[in-house]
């Protein structure tokens, strides 16, 4: 049988665990991730646009930049959804 010190220790491990755990999802769900997201796929649009020498690369990477942020943001909805008819 585990001693008291070893259950308050893996108590203490499961905290530890829990606190890295919230951490992680208010980064996955935070402000600050997705406006980098935003910028980096815009970013990368763009250059991918200008290497193929497409008109206004500038401007045409804002649709497609903007719809993959959009496109994250009705995961949590969708993962609701799903998860509410998974428990029926």
């Given at each position: 049988?585990?001693?008291?010190?070893?259950?308050?220790k893996?108590?203490?491990?499961?905290?530890?665990?829990?606190?890295?755990?919230?951490?992680?999802?208010?980064?996955?769900?935070?402000?600050?991730?997705?406006?980098?997201?935003?910028?980096?796929?815009?970013?990368?649009?763009?250059?991918?646009?200008?290497v193929?020498?497409?008109?206004?690369?500038?401007?045409?990477?804002?649709?497609?930049?903007?719809?993959?942020?959009?496109?994250?943001?009705?995961?949590?909805?969708?993962?609701?959804?799903?998860?509410?008819?998974?428990?029926?």
């Amino acid at each position: 049988m585990a001693s008291i010190q070893e259950l308050e220790k893996q108590l203490e491990e499961i905290k530890e665990r829990n606190r890295r755990v919230e951490f992680d999802k208010a980064w996955e769900t935070s402000w600050t991730r997705r406006l980098l997201v935003l910028v980096f796929t815009y970013l990368v649009i763009v250059v991918l646009f200008l290497v193929v020498e497409l008109p206004n690369p500038f401007v045409n990477a804002l649709v497609p930049s903007v719809a993959f942020v959009l496109s994250t943001l009705t995961v949590p909805f969708v993962k609701d959804w799903w998860l509410r008819r998974l428990r029926k």
